[in-house]
């Protein structure tokens, strides 16, 4: 069963975190690390709050994403505040179009 996570945090800059986040170096983090698909939002009230989720085939793969010291030094690179990070593992039970 895919696995989503739910992540929301505060950025320094939006348009630095962003540059860092679209970098051929995260991007690399990501698959390597098993993500495979994103979505990435930022608040209409309050443009240093970004939510970004990314599917996983397995919980597994997403728990060790969210530990690796690359990602860690990716997201201080760009300037989130982990002080503000919320981080939910969530089961993908049905997705679609209409």
Not at 16 to 38: C, I, P
Not at 41 to 48: A, H, N, P, V
């Given at each position: 069963m895919p696995t989503i996570t739910l992540v929301h945090h505060r950025v320094e800059d939006f348009d630095?975190?962003?540059?860092?986040?679209?970098?051929?170096?995260?991007?690399?983090?990501?698959?390597?690390?098993?993500?495979?698909?994103?979505h990435v939002?930022?608040?209409?009230?309050?443009?240093?709050l970004v939510v970004v989720v990314h599917r996983f085939d397995t919980e597994a793969d997403a728990r060790r994403f969210f530990e690796s010291g690359e990602l860690r030094d990716a997201m201080e690179e760009a300037g989130v505040d982990g002080d503000s990070l919320q981080l939910q593992y969530l089961d993908e039970i049905a997705s679609g179009e209409f």
């Open positions: 630095k975190w962003r540059d860092v986040y679209d970098s051929d170096e995260v991007r690399t983090v990501q698959l390597a690390g098993g993500v495979s698909q994103h939002w930022r608040s209409t009230e309050d443009t240093q």
